[in-house]
């Protein structure tokens, strides 16, 4: 069993990354994340020891990969890197013990993938593109002019929730509970360091099962009355060979579910946050973006890879495999730290730079790559354009105020407050 | 060189002159065919670089390795002929391929 995972929320300060020896350095610390001081730790690893392996830390031993190839190279191999069984650096406590097909491998892993992919396919994306423009809307036309206010709550979260409830099939009302689940199921300390209360995350999960339960019987019905079926989600999985009784299956039923509601939440909310906290950081590229709003989608692309929003996925070899000189032994945990890969100066130009008009800005690792590369990269991405498109007509300046805080772990790279001020054009 | 014909979704149709040796998506990237992402650089992890080959071809080109079959099967709309063009390479043989881009890359 690992060491216990310290839940104290107080800043701890910790030390900087060139006065600790190289066989120390433990980039699962989620302080790393919390604190914004990460990049010169994996600097640090991807310059001195790109593939690194630490034998004791608070998530058990673990090599690290932090080079954008090695990355690209252990995430086409699923046949030598196992998904299973959870892809997050630290195991999982028995209640979560839920069966998603992120971390399951092939053939399982297609069938279920299949089965609700076509919730992104071209023609559910084109229809759901003037609702995401029309909510995008009403939100940025409700801020508060020329006061202080926190963008993750009120537009990034927003958002996020809307579109969610959207694809679900969930009602709008109570859209609210699928952020809560969604940040219950990825800040469990043993397994990402996040902080949450095992007790409080059990009843989460139990109500998300339950009320989604609830959803798909009230589908089921409203299909056996001759009622058109949506284009959400439930129904998808209810028109499937492979799933149409997932619900008998508790454990892949609610493992896909918060699968898709965390795939659909940590990532574009905190890509709003970050592209606004880039922009402020970078104010030519905020000039670059006012004098020409065809960059957008570009800039999209540059978003993603400056935020990174998981930081890391892991796998586990499935035989001895020799990497630059390193054996990894069959069994051994590997992390790919993606936010890593993002800033890895051998592939990617001027790397810690944000440059909205950056050549090959689309070739990040933010999606991942290989059998498991994100499902819903595309509707990401619209959505991240339409956001900008409509900010674009009616700010001239979305101004940062005040010091962002950080999600505390090493899972989801993101923000809890970033305080802004509009000037409207 | 072979020439190759690349149809857009629309219809456009755009025919180049492809360096043989190299990938069929590096073609199109090479020529600027619109409609080509390559998210991941050509090395079939990425599933951007999807093409339909016209059904006079298909069975003229060499049949995809697993891992392509993988990747296309992530694609919620693989259709006949769908085939990444960065696990194609350019032979003199395939003068006068003729390729379709979908309407999206996935």
């Known amino acids: 069993m690992n060491a216990p995972v310290t839940l104290s929320s107080a800043i701890e300060p910790i030390p900087e990354a060139h006065t600790i020896p190289l066989d120390q350095l433990d980039v699962s610390d989620p302080r790393l994340l919390e604190q914004n001081i990460w990049p010169e730790y994996f600097k640090r690893l991807r310059d001195e020891s790109p593939i690194h392996y630490l034998p004791d830390s608070p998530f058990g031993a673990y090599w690290s990969i932090t080079r954008f190839e090695d990355i690209k190279f252990v995430d086409s191999n699923w046949k030598l890197f196992s998904s299973e069984p959870v892809i997050v650096i630290g195991d999982r406590p028995e209640e979560m013990a839920l069966d998603m097909f992120i971390a399951m491998d092939p053939p399982k892993h297609d069938q279920q993938r299949k089965a609700v992919q076509s919730v992104v396919a071209p023609a559910n994306l084109a229809q759901m593109e003037d609702l995401i423009r029309q909510r995008v809307g009403s939100i940025l036309d409700g801020l508060p002019i020329g006061e202080t206010f926190n963008w993750v709550e009120h537009v990034s979260v927003e958002l996020t929730s809307q579109m969610l409830a959207t694809l679900f099939g969930f009602p709008l009302e109570e859209r609210h509970k699928l952020i809560y689940w969604s940040d219950m199921a990825t800040a469990v300390p043993e397994m990402t360091g996040g902080i949450c209360d095992p007790e409080e995350r059990m009843n989460a999960m139990g109500d998300c099962a339950r009320r989604f339960s609830e959803l798909w019987h009230q589908r089921a019905a409203e299909r056996a009355d001759g009622l058109p079926p949506g284009f959400d989600l439930i129904h998808l999985l209810q028109s499937n060979e492979d799933t149409k009784d997932l619900i008998e299956r508790p454990k892949e039923f609610l493992g896909n579910l918060i699968l898709l509601i965390v795939g659909g939440n940590d990532t574009t909310r905190n890509s709003i946050s970050g592209g606004v906290h880039a922009l402020n950081q970078f104010p030519a590229e905020y000039d670059k973006l006012r004098n020409n709003h065809d960059l957008i989608p570009n800039m999209v692309s540059e978003i993603i890879r400056w935020q990174t929003p998981l930081a890391h996925m892991r796998r586990v070899a499935t035989e001895d495999v020799d990497m630059h000189g390193h054996t990894i032994r069959k069994g051994d945990k590997v992390v790919m730290w993606y936010l890593s890969g993002n800033r890895d100066e051998r592939v990617i130009d001027q790397a810690d730079q944000f440059l909205i008009d950056r050549a090959n800005a689309r070739q990040h690792l933010a999606f991942g790559f290989g059998i498991h590369r994100c499902m819903g990269n595309r509707l990401a991405e619209m959505q991240l354009r339409i956001l900008w498109e409509e900010i674009m007509q009616r700010f001239h300046w979305i101004e940062v105020v005040g010091e962002p805080s950080y999600v505390r772990s090493n899972f989801v790279k993101g923000f809890t407050s970033l305080p802004v001020r509009i000037h409207p054009k | ?106």
């Open chain 2, 1 to 106: 060189m072979p020439q190759i014909t690349f149809i857009e979704f629309s219809d456009i149709s755009h025919c180049v002159e492809a360096e043989t040796g190299k990938s069929l998506m590096q073609a199109a990237v090479d020529n600027g065919i619109p409609g080509i992402d390559a998210d991941c650089g050509g090395s079939c992890a990425c599933g951007t670089c999807h093409v339909i080959i016209d059904e006079a071809w298909r069975a003229r080109l060499p049949e995809p390795e697993e891992d392509e079959v993988a990747m296309i099967d992530m694609n919620p709309e693989p259709q006949p002929g769908s085939r990444l063009s960065c696990q194609l390479c350019v032979t003199e043989d395939l003068n006068g391929l003729v390729v379709r881009l979908p309407e999206f890359q996935m």
